[in-house]
């Protein structure tokens, strides 16, 4: 530091003329105490700004989008108020509103092993179930067969009022062959709140309950009717419960708690057959289960209220609900009227569905059009409304966090299995809808849009309030920011917008939607790009390098599909670049539609489609196809670890040994030799130019038996590939190494359709196998059908035996597309 120069009277006297004088000590102390403080002042800031932008950072991933919703709040027109929105039960309504009432049934075979159905659950052992017609939004059919018996449900919808007007349930049960004499069937019928609403049972005599009296903030009053029912095999008892509970999601365990403390009840009747006495499980005051010490009782906030009525088969009973808010009721919806206004929709749908797919007109028999025509109808049977909130995670978040909470209009991809919503899915689900009921597919479309945060990323799957988190495995609930699904939105926006006569309602959600797809695609474009330009790359892959025999890509949709056996950086991912083209396809066609510019997606485009990039990036020339590229090799192998005891130690106690992945020879930068679903995207989403030599390629693996052909549909991974159908650990069996999925066949027909019409040296080619692969597709869905009364998640490739979860009424309905040739 320089010194300072004193100024004195006389004037400033010469350095040397005079002894320098030392500073005083406390000086020094000054200017070391300020620089300190500015050294502090300059580190709390930086401390304050990282902190903030740590915090800023942690929080952003929770943070919605900023525009405008695409679906605006209560925004349901009143005919869609009411449905079957519960896929996850076999029977129940709900509103499309965040804390509905809910109703549903419930039933119990009285036998000495009595069994309580409520929620779809495979271990039921139902020989099957699902709904026969379905519109979507005003009636719909159910059929379920238990053991001995056949349980038909059915409801309608009378628009009236202010609250979504009224609606009315038929159960019809029905003895089968099996069934032995006099059997005893309960049907127990629900209300219950949802955290709102009061609800008030008035019961005649001791245990009959004849309704319900409600309100609650969406419906206002209302009113729920148990008419007396029609029995037809003898004497009806009743029972009744009223309580508090926790909430909707143990439901089925507060029922089953009430049963197990009323073990017995006579029917005072008896046996209309054989005069004896019959037991039962009856209803009785429910009991919440003992609190652990130290723990708080769990709060209950949903007002439950329970109508069980006990029979011989057969019969049949109705349950009515009417709002307050219908003033001018034509009468009781019940009996004749309901067997009218049932018959009028059901006529309406059966002649709607033959305009639409003129399955006839192809020369479908009476069956197989009711095949169809329950395929679309579990699928529209199977969309649900979820209200609640994710758990998300991103880099910058130590713990989770609760994502806004927000509502949901979906398909699920099984009732039983997946009772929620997955965005890959999705999209396929909406290639059905929308061909059936176009506003369907918009406001499905809408909602999964504004679920999207400010970056751009959308939560791939969607466990929305305690019900839906109750059906899944903890290791899945937290959805982490970095991971994508496939964006098979846009799939469904290229079938939505290459209709001849795009709407003024399609354009108006257009508008509202751009500002979020446009995010989306950069979202994209930033997190999934690769490492040299114009290539993809999934995130997200396991990362444990001993226990998969492949790392497994749960984001890319294809979840054990081959990919390189080292993730690195280094990998791209030929799927994803197909999709980024379609991406760019549809937006570019959004951006002219709304007159926005498009330029930059009409280049990417140009780009992602030109033929040689793709051939360069993505051609494997030994393999014959197209292939992912990264850090590979086919040397690896599962095998059991030799564990040896320690100097001193038990060799009894040693842990059991394990399948862990042994790398026989070091990976290098290579293509990976896996011919399969992947090696086909460019086909798939049509990439390819009609003339390319490659498609000639590709289409002689598809049809060659001993890679990709079988009589029942494509197998996803060639018989040749290292790892068809080898098991990805110890208890990870082969999942997309062989079996056969239907959506990735729907679509391999629909591109054999486009290049079969299309000029070109394969159209031939493509004609012949189009043909051929249809009718190996539709003949074993249909016979599996039959015989199992299911469709199913995917079919075994050498059987073609239906596999996997079932009923599966996601996108294995595409079957009803395949059959109209809608593509």
Avoid at 1 to 8: A, S
Avoid at 312 to 341: I, T
């Amino acid at each position: 530091m320089r010194e300072r120069r004193r100024h004195g009277g006389g004037g400033e006297a010469h350095p040397a003329s005079r002894p320098r004088k030392a500073a005083p000590p406390s000086r020094y102390w000054n200017y070391i105490i300020l620089l300190a403080a500015m050294c502090c002042a300059a580190g709390l800031g930086a401390f304050a700004y990282s902190t903030y932008q740590g915090w800023r950072l942690a929080f952003r991933v929770a943070n919605l989008h900023p525009a405008p919703s695409v679906f605006p709040p209560n925004s349901s027109s009143p005919d869609m108020f009411w449905g079957s929105y519960r896929p996850q039960v076999y029977f129940g309504m709900k509103t499309r509103s965040p804390r509905s009432v809910v109703t549903g049934m419930m039933w119990i075979t009285q036998s000495r092993s009595p069994s309580l159905r409520h929620t779809c659950e495979q271990s039921d052992g139902l020989s099957q179930y699902g709904w026969l017609m379905h519109d979507g939004v005003n009636f719909g059919t159910q059929e379920i067969k238990d053991k001995g018996y056949t349980l038909k449900t059915e409801f309608v919808k009378r628009q009236g009022g202010l609250h979504g007007g009224d609606w009315s349930w038929r159960i019809t049960v029905t003895p089968q062959a099996s069934a032995p004499p006099g059997q005893l069937v309960s049907l127990l019928f629900y209300v219950a709140t949802d955290g709102q609403g009061s609800l008030f049972p008035h019961v005649e005599g001791k245990e009959r309950l004849t309704h319900v009296t409600g309100t609650s903030e969406e419906l206002g009053r209302f009113t729920i009717r148990f008419p007396m029912p029609e029995a037809g095999g003898g004497h009806v008892s009743y029972n009744h419960l009223s309580t508090m509970c926790p909430g909707i999601h143990v439901l089925t365990d507060v029922v089953r708690s009430s049963l197990r403390n009323n073990l017995i009840h006579l029917l005072s009747a008896g046996d209309s057959t054989t005069g004896t006495k019959r037991h039962y499980l009856g209803l009785d005051t429910y009991r919440p289960p003992p609190t652990p010490p130290g723990s708080q009782p769990a709060p209950s906030n949903s007002q439950l209220i329970i109508h069980q009525v006990t029979f011989q088969l057969p019969f049949q009973v109705e349950v009515l609900f009417e709002s307050d808010s219908f003033l001018q009721r034509p009468g009781p919806l019940s009996g004749s009227a309901l067997s009218d206004l049932l018959e009028i929709h059901r006529m309406k749908m059966t002649e709607r569905f033959r305009r639409i797919f003129k399955l006839e007109e192809k020369g479908f028999i009476p069956d197989q059009v009711a095949f169809a025509q329950a395929a679309l109808s579990n699928m529209l049977g199977g969309m649900g409304y979820f209200y609640g909130s994710s758990l998300v995670q991103s880099l910058y978040n130590p713990e989770p966090l609760q994502y806004p909470q927000a509502p949901l209009y979906t398909a699920v991809p099984s009732r039983s299995f997946f009772p929620r919503g997955f965005l890959w899915d999705e999209g396929f689900h909406l290639l059905l809808i929308a061909r059936w009921n176009t506003s369907l597919a918009w406001q499905s479309l809408a909602h999964w849009l504004d679920l999207m945060n400010v970056d751009g990323w959308i939560p791939r799957e969607q466990i929305l309030g305690l019900e839906a988190r109750s059906k899944v495995p903890n290791e899945f609930v937290v959805q982490r920011d970095e991971n994508a699904n496939p964006p098979t939105l846009f799939l469904a926006l290229h079938q939505l917008l290459a209709k001849e006569d795009v709407t003024s309602e399609d354009l108006q959600y257009l508008r509202r939607a751009y500002p979020r797809l446009k995010t989306w695609y950069n979202w994209f474009n930033v997190t999934q790009a690769g490492r040299l330009p114009n290539t993809y790359r999934w995130r997200g892959r396991d990362k444990d390098p001993f226990r998969f025999l492949n790392p497994k890509t749960l984001t890319s949709g294809l979840d054990d599909y081959p990919r390189a056996s080292h993730p690195s950086e280094d990998e791209r991912h030929v799927d994803l670049f197909c999709w980024m083209a379609l991406a760019s396809e549809v937006m570019a066609n959004i951006s002219e539609l709304l007159g926005e510019d498009g330029v930059e997606y009409h280049e990417s485009q140009r780009i992602l489609t030109d033929n040689t990039l793709l051939d360069r990036l993505h051609w494997a020339e030994k393999l014959g196809s197209y292939a992912d590229y990264g850090n590979h090799t086919k040397n690896v192998a599962l095998e059991w670890e030799r564990l040896s005891p320690l100097p001193g130690q038990d060799p009894h106690r040693l842990p059991p040994p394990k399948l862990v992945r042994v790398v026989k020879k070091p990976p290098r930068l290579q293509f990976v030799d896996s011919l399969g679903y992947v090696s086909l995207f460019p086909f798939f989403l049509q990439i390819l130019t009609p003339d390319s030599p490659k498609l000639g390629q590709l289409l002689a693996h598809l049809r060659d038996a001993d890679k990709l052909w079988t009589p029942y549909g494509l197998r996803s991974l060639s018989k040749s590939s290292p790892l068809y159908m080898k098991r990805n650990t110890e208890h990870d069996a082969p999942y997309w190494r062989g079996p056969i999925w239907i959506n990735m066949n729907y679509l391999a027909v629909r591109a054999l359709h486009k290049y079969s019409h299309t000029e070109g040296p394969h159209r031939h080619q493509a004609a012949l196998l189009y043909r051929e692969l249809r009718e190996n597709l539709l003949s074993n869905l249909y016979r599996q059908y039959k015989d199992t009364g299911f469709l199913w998640e995917q079919y075994n490739d050498k059987t073609g035996w239906g596999q996997g979860s079932f009923p599966f009424t996601g996108w294995s309905s595409l079957v009803v597309l395949m059959m109209a040739e809608e593509y």
